[in-house]
């Protein structure tokens, strides 16, 4: 449930890479040059949101425009 009281899915660090066909040290490497999704820790757990993931998705997409 996200502070607006609205239910979202969110993914494992695992689960996004699968969605996204990419390892999971390539998320590491993404998040050391900060173009990673947000992430949130939920307990000892990081999950990372639909909107993050949507975010982080629009980003990409963007600078894919830019490059072209």
Same mark, same amino acid.
């Given at each position: 449930v996200t502070a607006q009281g609205c239910k979202q $899915? !969110? &993914?494992t660090i695992d689960?996004?890479?699968e969605k996204h066909n &990419? !390892? @999971?040290s390539t998320f590491y490497k993404l998040r050391k +040059?900060?173009?990673a999704? @947000?992430?949130i820790k939920v307990m000892e757990c +990081? @999950?990372?949101t639909e909107d993050a993931?949507?975010?982080w998705c629009t980003a990409r997409e963007a600078?894919? $425009?830019e490059a072209a």
């Amino acid at each position: 449930v996200t502070a607006q009281g609205c239910k979202q $899915m !969110s &993914l494992t660090i695992d689960q996004w890479c699968e969605k996204h066909n &990419l !390892s @999971r040290s390539t998320f590491y490497k993404l998040r050391k +040059i900060g173009k990673a999704p @947000r992430i949130i820790k939920v307990m000892e757990c +990081i @999950r990372i949101t639909e909107d993050a993931d949507r975010e982080w998705c629009t980003a990409r997409e963007a600078e894919a $425009m830019e490059a072209a």
